[in-house]
């Protein structure tokens, strides 16, 4: 089965081209898909951070303006003259056998560009769509793994679906979202921990505002965070600031990082009223981006490992564009390695970790369990009825 992706909720443009191989279908009393490969014909991303730059974050009509230039520009690179009354041959003949496209959560005015799009070429093609959920791609972009048998081989890039032990816990970290999902199965979700306020990318691009550098924000932290040096005698850089750790003992699994945000803004403001200037040197803003990453790290972890012990969990998968961060992805890998319980970590590849399209097309397989259910065909009234959901909530 041949898949087209369509990924538009925020300020990343992508589109993917899979190929999906079910290689065996394993019954674990919940009708689970497994042993599936993947092989990824295309992986496009055309990323809007110049356009926001100088908004200091995502503009949701400019979202939109870029993915309406972006999406026809995509596809007839896959498929040339798509939208003509006879198109030419292209690279892969015919046209796919299902689309599946992002409806939610992100902002809807860029979310119903990837759904319009989607809907016009599956009426044209007479293919069916399924709508998938942004963050179950993040889930499952972490499953998947490449062929290494076929690193070599440049006609043909293959990811293999990993498989889980279950229960699994989930922990989701964007711009937008940081939740812990607790899966029994690859199809059954439940939100056990979420965020208050601001999700903790949304908090490295605040904290990055205020230190006054660049969006986005994330890696300009942790580039200034990995500077710091704690007790090194011959720079004499003593670590003097301490930030809180949001929530860490709050007895559930929420998280909460305005405050933290704020404790960087008054601490900065404290700063320059003792000292009677008007910026920071650059020691200062190494020093507090080092102790926001490391407050931000310890309290991901500690909320994870509740999660893991509250829930039995035997698999942990970590998604979304924060576990970009080398710090939070080194610390997890250490802590799971010393952890008594035998929890397997599963952490995506780097090109999966951002929005990308090629998550949506596994995602939106698996949720439709190969194109059987869950699909919406043209004139349908769920097709005509299908609409962007920007507080959508694992299919909820």
Known sequence: MRILAIETSCDETAMSLLEANLTEVKPRGTGDLTSVKFNLLAHDV???????????????????????????????????NSFSPNPEPNTYQLAPDLITVTCGPGLEPALWEGINFAKKLAAKWNISIVATDHMHGHIVSAMLKLNSKLKNNKSKIEYELQTLE??????????????????????????????????????????????????????????????????????????????????????????????????????????????????LTQEEKIEIAYEFEQAVTEVLIKKTAAAIQMCAAKS????????????ISNRLRDWISKSRDLISLYLPDQKFTGDNATMIGVAGYLHSKGGTVNTLAPGSHLFDKLKANGNLCLYK
């Open 46 to 80: 055309a990323s809007q951070v110049t356009v926001h730059k100088e908004w200091g974050g995502v503009v949701p009509m400019l979202a939109k303006r870029e993915h309406i230039i972006n999406l026809p520009i995509m596809l007839e690179k896959l498929f040339p």
């Open 166 to 279: 279950f229960p699994a816990i989930a922990l989701l970290i964007s711009g937008g979202h940081t939740q812990l999902v607790l899966m029994q199965s690859m199809n059954n979700f439940e939100i056990v921990g979420n965020t208050r306020d601001d999700a903790v990318g949304e908090a490295f691009d605040k904290v990055a505002r205020i230190l006054g550098l660049p969006y986005p924000g994330g890696p300009e932290i942790s580039k200034l965070a990995s500077q710091f040096k704690p007790n090194n005698l011959e720079t004499k850089q003593p670590k003097t600031y301490i930030l809180p750790r949001p929530m860490l003992h709050s007895g559930d699994l929420d998280f909460s990082f305005s405050g933290l945000k704020t404790a960087v803004l008054y601490l900065v403001k404290r700063i320059k009223e003792e000292n009677k200037r008007e910026e």
């Open 316 to 327: 942990l998968l970590v998604g979304g564009g924060v576990i970009a961060n080398k710090t």
